[in-house]
């Protein structure tokens, strides 16, 4: 594993990074990866590379920035207890679409400066929290993203004003939306919100929902890790990044 260890200084503090690359010599088209509610953890590692390996430069913050140290967390181990929320609630808190927006232009100066990554358009991606903030980069960030996907992304278009579907309208990246069918984080009426709101605005987009899938299907440390959903979602992420990064 090519992983690299840094911190990047935002407007609201250090932020802890990790940084994956390809073997050999680059510059690689560059991809944000926003992870999800639990956090940094050796299986966000094991996706990062994995999407180095595809050819790749992937920066994994650790958007918990601000509420200080933590975990690592086992998912397992907060599942089984009897208060999810209560274990990582505060983490949540810590921060919200608009703030990791905003984060990212610390993130965007980071990766310009490198030269390793290509210059120009990024990528980004997220999961469970990390699909709405991924969509709120892209849409903070028009002129900077060039591809943007959330898989089974929750609370993408409700009546908050950190929704995400609220930025469609600004935004210029290829996007993929992958959700899954039981999943009350993502129920079919916002789905079908998020979609109109995509069409509406013209943006480039694809909306799937995913069956038999539950939220979290990606995630190999999840008790409801779905092996062909997951795969199905690495073949629909690397073909959008191919398709518009390269």
């Not at 802890?16 to 956090?39: I, L, N, Q, R, S």
């Not at 505060?90 to 980071?110: C, E, G, M, P, V």
């Not at 210059?119 to 028009?142: D, E, H, Q």
Request: proline share 5%; charged share 20%; hydrophobic share 40%.
């Amino acid at each position: 594993m090519r992983q690299e260890k840094l911190t990047i200084e935002t407007a609201d503090g250090l932020c802890p990074a990790y940084f994956f690359t390809p073997t050999g010599e680059g510059a690689w088209p560059g991809v944000v990866f926003c992870m999800d509610g639990f956090g940094i953890r050796p299986t966000l590692f094991q996706m990062a590379q994995r999407m180095a390996d595809n050819g790749y430069a992937v920066l994994l913050p650790d958007l918990y920035y601000r509420a200080g140290p933590y975990g690592p967390l086992v998912p397992a181990d907060v599942f089984a207890g009897s208060d999810i929320m209560g274990a990582i609630g505060y983490l949540f808190a810590s921060t919200d679409n608009h703030r990791a927006a905003q984060d990212a232009k610390a993130f965007i100066t980071w990766l310009d400066a490198r030269s390793d990554v290509a210059s120009g358009r990024y990528g980004v991606t997220g999961y469970c929290m990390g699909g709405g903030i991924a969509l709120s980069i892209a849409g903070t960030w028009p002129d900077r993203f060039a591809a943007a996907a959330s898989f089974h992304g929750g609370n993408l278009a409700t009546d908050a004003d950190t929704s995400p579907h609220l930025l469609a309208s600004s935004m210029k990246a290829r996007v993929y939306i992958a959700g899954a069918d039981k999943d009350d984080w993502y129920p079919p009426e916002m789905a079908e919100r998020l979609e109109r709101s995509l069409t509406d605005a013209g943006v480039d987009h694809r909306c799937e929902i995913y069956s038999d899938a539950l939220h979290g299907f990606t995630m190999a440390d999840f008790p409801v890790f779905d092996e062909a959903a997951a795969e199905r979602h690495w073949r629909e992420l690397i073909a959008l990044f191919d398709g518009s990064l390269r």
